[in-house]
């Protein structure tokens, strides 16, 4: 069992950055593929980022967002900048119980609650 538990969210002005953090409990962290996931209001939700053996990006985000882990701390980043009004959103940390990274949310086994970002114009 993987729980995860995610923060860093806020108010940011388009333009700004933000860290989001996503704590892993459990002794198989370095094994799981993480993943990045977000959800706009009245949208589904969609991928963002993921760690494995390798690392994947949405278009809309590459050059942007930026994933990292810390294998010591059970922690998975998502560097987000040069943000945009369309990057608001629940943002979602989801791990695999196994397989690499994945694009696909039905991929993965765990998820944390969310964290929100919202970006003013």
């Known amino acids: 069992q993987v729980q995860l538990v995610e923060s860093g969210g806020g108010l940011v002005q388009a333009g700004g950055s933000l860290r989001l953090s996503c704590a892993a409990s459990?002794?198989?962290?370095?094994?799981?593929?993480m993943g990045w996931f977000r959800q706009a209001a009245g949208k589904e939700r969609e991928f963002v980022a993921a760690s494995g053996a390798a690392i994947y990006y949405a278009d809309s985000v590459k050059g942007r967002f930026t994933i990292s882990r810390d294998n010591a701390k059970n922690t998975v980043y998502l560097q987000i900048g040069n943000l945009k009004s369309e990057d608001t959103a629940v943002y979602y940390c989801a791990a695999r119980s196994g397989g690499g990274a994945s694009r696909l949310v039905s991929a993965y086994d765990y998820w944390g609650q969310g964290t929100q970002v919202t970006v003013s114009s």
């Open positions: 459990g002794n198989t962290f370095r094994s799981n593929a």
